[in-house]
């Protein structure tokens, strides 16, 4: 079983739809969490940090369930140039070798 | 503030030849990150530094080599490259300070080895 598992998708949206990704852990000592964007041949970038007690960016809402392992990406109102792949990122805070990225999903929102 | 950066941004080799990857980062980050991603796929670990002078093995170390002389740089060197290590190597830095963990990346060096 992998540490971080996401849902590859393909997940393929209209304009203007909500979309949902989950991300689950395999390490209940994890401590950090992220969600990064990687556009196509392009390098990772941060997209937010999540909470515990959840956080919004605009269109953008993360939340972490500790008691499950998961974390989770809330995108509302989608926009063609949110298509890209969202990773999720789990961290070790005490072991700086242990940031484990999942494989992302891979969103396309189309007109 | 140019954030990592990473020369050079293409390169092809030859099997058996050898080459150094370049990073370097002016945020003044102690922890900086070699990572692997090969088409399709997630980023793997090659090699981490914890701070100048400390460097520790990641998840898919073979065929590379490190070193982290001072805070700013840490080159990944190929020693007699492999067609398996046509991928595109991202390098990372992190504050790992102060609540902060998250990872600014490099832009890529996209190798490629035949």
């Known amino acids: 079983r992998k540490e971080v598992e996401q849902d590859p998708g393909p997940f393929n949206v209209p304009e203007g739809a909500t979309v949902a990704f989950n991300c689950t852990y395999s390490?209940?000592?994890?401590?950090?969490f992220f969600w990064y964007r990687q556009d196509c041949r392009k390098e990772p970038k941060l997209l937010m940090s999540v909470y515990s007690s959840g956080n919004e960016d605009g269109r953008f809402t993360a939340q972490l369930n500790r008691a499950s392992q998961y974390i989770s990406l809330l995108i509302r109102d989608s926009k063609l140039s949110d298509s890209a792949t969202y990773l999720c990122?789990?961290?070790?805070?005490?072991?700086?070798?242990?940031?484990?990225f999942g494989d992302g999903t891979t969103l396309t929102v189309k007109p | 503030n140019a954030g990592v950066t990473q020369t050079p941004k293409f390169r092809i080799l030859k099997i058996g030849q050898s080459m150094t990857l370049q990073c370097t980062q002016d945020?003044?980050?102690?922890?900086m990150y070699w990572y692997r991603q090969d088409p399709g796929m997630g980023l793997k670990l090659i090699y981490y530094?914890?701070?100048?002078?400390?460097?520790d093995k990641g998840e898919v170390p073979n065929g590379y080599n490190v070193s982290r002389s001072t805070t700013e740089d840490f080159p990944l060197r190929l020693e007699l490259a492999a067609p398996s290590q046509t991928s595109v190597y991202f390098c990372?830095?992190?504050?790992?300070?102060?609540?902060?963990?998250?990872?600014?990346f490099g832009p890529g060096t996209r190798l490629t080895v035949t």
């Open positions: 530094s914890v701070g100048a002078g400390i460097t």
């Open positions: 990372a830095s992190s504050p790992r300070a102060g609540g902060r963990y998250e990872q600014y």
């Open positions: 945020m003044n980050h102690n922890y």
């Open positions: 990122v789990v961290i070790l805070n005490t072991n700086a070798g242990k940031s484990t």
């Open positions: 390490n209940s000592a994890s401590q950090s």
